[in-house]
């Protein structure tokens, strides 16, 4: 499968899309400012304990607190805050856990407030971020990811990935890790590390344990809340979760971060390095790609197949519900396999919809209804295999006896949510437009003012492809007819995703001019 990497790097936020095999699967944004990212540890104090929550809210910099229920805290809880006690306080002197005794661990049915005190320090990592009301969710099971392990202190567990199925390779990998593991630590082998070469292993394990050290030289004096230590900005995390062979390119337009990330590809993948590539033209990098238009297709209520028929997406505070509709396309003959049809196409799109607007909690899907037993079968294997490939936790349950199919799936960020309706630039929502025989007169009518204003200046006019096709078509063309009327030439292009009746003027340094 051919993976590709689509980076769009704005001033304020880095857009990021991902296809397969051409269609777009994932799209992440990562806002410049953005403080609580899945993954980051944090130095917290806890502000209040809810008994009837069996739950703590602690303090981590956020507006809202940070939620930390009883099963989040894992069994290692007590060796972890006395750690983080003693490291605060500078009674121990080594990040290492070699000389450290663990405390016992707590049971899983206990209470907050036989563990937790208020306004006790305590060591936490963000498992969700803030999502509407919510503020973000925690974890005291700290995990240090990278691309091949996943370092645990306080625990001696190794575990290896379920997805490595060779037994001899996950019995090395085993043996390996348990070689060079440090003590007190735990090790868990991620699917990538599969074949991976022991000098591999050992310098991702010491770049782990070196981040631990920083955790632990950053707690001492520590006055909370502050964060310890950052995940890698969605860019890297991505490249370093699924980066894989069939990742064959990466595209980026900010110089910067191209070089960051060539940086970062030569630490974790170097025969990768060549597949980054800069772009510096002039249509957006969205647009050039593609992805533009499968934004717009793909987001909004409904979401339409190559064969007519399409899916209507709900979304309530609860659940979401997406239903299936044939549409008028569906064939009459064989009626059976042509509801089968619909709905195997479906099951593809719907993975694809999930993955892409970050769908979690409890999905209700309506398929058309079957009574063939073994289509229901065919069709509950199309949607497993068609998730086999989301990252997110998930779990799928046959059709039931109404014909409904339930899927639970992991939820850690708020869902991507694209309006891809556009306000009428003519009527402003009002359902009256100008006469469309007059948008040449309003755009000669601004130029006319802006050349005025600065004759001297530069000018592009970007609007929409019909539009600048009219102004370029014909001998001599209107664009040719304001050469010669204002002695300058002005220069047109288009964008996609522009609406038909907008317009717009921006100077030599891309500023747009603004005229109301």
Same mark, same amino acid.
């Given at each position: ?9 704005? %001033? ?11 269609? !777009? ?37 956020? /507006? ?34 070699? /000389?450290? #005794? ?8 206990? #209470? ?47 575990? =290896? ?47 782990? =344990? ?16 502050? #964060?310890?230590?950052?995940? !890698? ?14 990742? /064959? ?58 064969? $007519? ?51 979690? $909690? ?53 869902? =991507? ?17 100008? %006469?469309?025989? !007059? ?48 002695? #300058? ?28």
């Amino acid at each position: 499968m051919e993976k590709e990497l689509i980076i769009n790097s704005a %001033p304020n936020e880095v857009e990021i899309a991902l296809l397969e095999e051409g269609k !777009l699967v994932e799209l992440h944004h990562q806002k410049t400012n953005n403080n609580f990212t899945v993954g980051d540890i944090f130095l917290g104090r806890v502000v209040k304990l809810m008994p009837g929550l069996n739950a703590a809210f602690v303090d981590i910099g956020h /507006n809202k607190e940070a939620f930390l229920h009883y099963t989040d805290l894992g069994p290692k809880l007590r060796s972890l805050i006395k750690y983080t006690n003693s490291a605060a306080s500078g009674s121990i002197n080594t990040y290492k856990l070699d /000389n450290f #005794k663990l405390e016992p661990e707590i049971i899983k049915t206990g #209470k907050i407030d036989q563990v937790l005190t208020r306004r006790q320090l305590i060591l936490v990592q963000v498992l969700k971020e803030p999502i509407s009301t919510k503020g973000p969710r925690l974890s005291c099971e700290i995990t240090i990811p990278g691309r091949y392990i996943v370092l645990t202190p306080f625990t001696d567990i190794i575990a =290896v990935s379920k997805k490595i199925a060779n037994a001899e390779e996950r019995k090395r990998l085993k043996n390996l890790m348990e070689s060079i593991r440090p003590k007190n630590f735990g090790i868990i082998v991620r699917t990538a590390a599969e074949g991976k070469k022991v000098q591999d292993l050992h310098e991702e394990l010491a770049m782990m =344990v070196s981040k631990w050290e920083d955790i632990y030289t950053q707690l001492k004096n520590a006055h909370p809340p502050v #964060k310890l230590l950052s995940e !890698l900005d969605k860019t890297s995390s991505i490249l370093r979760d699924i980066l894989n062979d069939s990742f /064959n390119r990466i595209v980026v337009n900010d110089k910067q971060l191209y070089q960051n990330i060539q940086s970062f590809l030569a630490n974790i993948a170097p025969d990768k390095v060549d597949i980054v590539s800069y772009y510096s033209k002039g249509r957006p990098i969205f647009d050039v790609h593609g992805v533009s238009r499968q934004i717009k297709s793909s987001f909004g209520k409904t979401a339409t197949m190559a064969s $007519g028929a399409y899916l209507v997406i709900e979304s309530t505070e609860a659940m979401h519900v997406i239903d299936v509709n044939s549409g008028h396309k569906m064939s009459s003959q064989n009626q059976d396999e042509a509801v089968l049809s619909v709905n195997l196409e479906s099951a593809e799109e719907i993975a694809r919809q999930m993955r892409l607007r970050d769908i979690g $909690g409890l999905i209700i899907i309506d398929f058309i209804d079957m009574r063939n037993t073994e289509h229901k079968k065919r069709l509950f294997a199309a949607m497993r295999t068609a998730m086999k490939s989301d990252r997110a936790q998930h779990t799928i349950l046959p059709l039931s006896k109404f014909g409904l199919m339930q899927i639970t799936r992991q939820r850690v960020r708020p869902e =991507v949510k694209i309006n891809t309706t556009e306000v009428c630039p003519s009527c402003n929502g009002t359902g009256k437009v100008n %006469p469309t025989i !007059l948008l040449t007169d309003d755009i000669e009518r601004d130029l006319s003012f802006i050349m005025q204003s600065g004759p001297k200046a530069k000018l592009t006019l970007k609007t929409h492809p019909y539009v600048e096709a009219f102004l370029k078509k014909g001998f001599p063309s209107i664009q040719m007819k304001w050469f010669f009327k204002f002695y #300058k030439w002005i220069k047109i292009t288009s964008e996609n995703s522009c609406p038909l009746m907008e317009f717009k003027f921006f100077n030599e340094t891309e500023d747009e001019i603004r005229l109301s």
